[in-house]
């Protein structure tokens, strides 16, 4: 089994940056597949980036596009989610996500791994 160890999040202005990390533990495979979802209160748990382990192949939903950017340090075994240019609708808890086969479309059946979520509040 793998596990998920987030860090980061916390309170920001609108407008501001964040960076969030993920550090995988345990087995891991070469087509290997991390990544974040988020959920708001009332809401269902979606999709915000992806990336593969070996190639770095990234994927990202329309809604952060351009603002946020998903990365990894291979010899940590830990992927980042830079986030820049937040808004007060990207308020929910950030969830690091693994699976064992990196594809380019993300859903939550799909996931092998969750962490254990990271709250990110954007003020007005």
């Known amino acids: 089994q793998v596990q998920l160890v987030e860090s980061g999040g916390g309170l920001v202005q609108a407008g501001g940056s964040l960076r969030l990390s993920c550090a995988a533990s345990?087995?891991?495979?070469?087509?290997?597949?991390m990544g974040w979802f988020r959920q708001a209160p009332g809401k269902e748990r979606e999709f915000v980036a992806a990336i593969s382990w070996s190639v770095g192949f990234t994927s990202y939903s329309d809604s952060v596009k351009g603002r946020f950017s998903i990365s990894r340090d291979l010899a940590k075994n830990t992927v980042f989610l830079q986030m820049n240019s937040l808004k007060p609708e990207d308020t929910a808890v950030y969830y690091c996500?693994?699976?064992?086969?990196?594809?380019?479309?993300?859903?939550?059946?799909?996931?092998?791994?969750w962490g254990q979520g990271t709250q990110v509040t954007v003020s007005s």
């Open positions: 345990g087995r891991t495979f070469s087509s290997y597949g």
């Open positions: 996500a693994a699976r064992r086969f990196y594809g380019s479309s993300w859903t939550r059946d799909l996931i092998d791994y």
